[in-house]
């Protein structure tokens, strides 16, 4: 189905219209958010584990018979 100019030019004032740009930057600014809080949740979440483990979560969970391997 061959593209008519009309319908490219249509697209293409789509493209470049105020909303559009408005929408794509709010996708970056959502998009930096959630790398944000993915990073924050990772990085606390192992802090977690890790403060878990310094303590006495091991010898916990093998009282428990949980086999724990350091």
Do not use: C, Y
């Not at 790398?35 to 483990?53: C, G, H, N, P, T």
């Amino acid at each position: 189905m061959p593209v008519r100019f009309d319908a490219v030019r249509v697209t293409h004032r789509i493209l470049r219209s105020n909303e559009f740009q408005e929408m794509d930057r709010m996708f970056l600014e959502t998009d930096k958010k959630m790398k944000a809080l993915q990073d924050l949740f990772d990085s606390e979440w192992s802090k977690l584990v890790e403060s878990l483990a310094e303590g006495d979560l091991v010898r916990l969970l093998r009282e428990h018979g949980i086999q724990i391997t350091e």
